[in-house]
């Protein structure tokens, strides 16, 4: 067994990635699966499946959003603002001679997006899906409320690619400048982009 430190350290690591597969594996579903195969069902099965669907998949997609980011909040504390033996404070991995370090700069870029898309499940997506599962919304504002929804939902999806990389890339990458970001944030997009275009085409294949 390694100090109580690594251990922390790595249940910890451990948390955030199984709630982030979590989490992010839901986003895909609603946009990969989800919004094709319900522009292919009736209403009358919509009324019988959304109600069992929906509500257990955002309760996984919800709280899923929620442990990554407490985790993510503890591992950044740990990591950045924690030095063993010395305290709390900016740690070496933070700041250097020349200041912020470019592991601080890329795990800020992934964590800024990744607080936009906690924040849009939280204060956009999930409100308007209880609200249409309870009934709560007048029949007029029914497509607003729905598109409010599905925009949060596939900005989130695109800031997900980008995203990771911000998450993967201070212990497996280094240099953080324009360049390197503009390519996290065009591959990321990218890849992003290529599964919404099949998404809706890869149902004909089965
Ligand atoms: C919600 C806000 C989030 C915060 C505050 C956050 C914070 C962090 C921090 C501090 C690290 C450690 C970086 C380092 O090693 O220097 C990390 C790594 C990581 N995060 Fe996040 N994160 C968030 C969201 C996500 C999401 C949504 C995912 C999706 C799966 C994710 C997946 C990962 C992965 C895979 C790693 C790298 C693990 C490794 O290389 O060992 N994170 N995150």
Redesign the pocket.
Known sequence: MSDWYSNVHLVV?WL??IA??T??GHLYFFNFVNVPLQGALDDATKKAVNPQLMPRALWWFRWG?MI??LA??V??TL??MYTPGVGFGPSS?MVDADGLTD?AMW?LF??TL??I??YNVWMIIWPAQRRLLTGKVPAADIPAVRRRAFLASRTNTFL?GP??FG??A???YGAMNSGSALLAIGLGALAIWCSIRASSSVGKLA
């Open positions: 690591r955030h990635v982030g597969i989490w992010i959003a990554t980011f993510g909040l591992l950044f990591l950045y991995l592991r795990i992934g964590m990744a607080f898309m906690w997900s995203m990771l998450m993967l201070p212990s497996h």
